[in-house]
């Protein structure tokens, strides 16, 4: 497995690279619009193929970049189900995780910054680890204003 931190100054974003050493595939999770170079030249020289965009929650304090990924390299675009979005290619759930090659990125439900937030629990070379996305900050957590967020639901 191949992983990678990356940080937009900015927003202060984290997008998080996984790549499947046995398929040549990789997972992006909360890309940004504006770091779109960025992730396709970690892409390249990783030598990944990306497969899909991994979005935690719709963002209302920056712009995903999975729809023009999408665009400029086929890649699947997956969101929460219960989101419904129009763009997404796959919905992921609970029930229904998303798995490329050896890896296996399976939702948990984690409402409180928005109403339909999700996390992703993977197995990081048979270590656990579980990737918030703005539920759980360092030293804190996520805002609760946006789209229909909940303190009380983030402390559960």
Sequence with gaps: MIFRQLYEPDSSTYTYLFGCRDTGRAVLIDPVLETVERDL???QELDLTLSHTLDTHIHADHVTSACR???LTG???AYPEMDGLPCAD?????ANP???GSLTFQPLFTPGHTDTHHSY???LSGSLRVFTGDALLIDGCGRTDFQDGDAASLYL
């Design 41 to 43: 030249s970690a892409l």
């Design 69 to 71: 990924l999408r665009s």
């Design 75 to 77: 890649c699947k675009v």
């Design 90 to 94: 796959l919905g992921v759930s609970e």
């Design 98 to 100: 998303l798995r490329e």
């Design 121 to 123: 629990l993977i197995d």
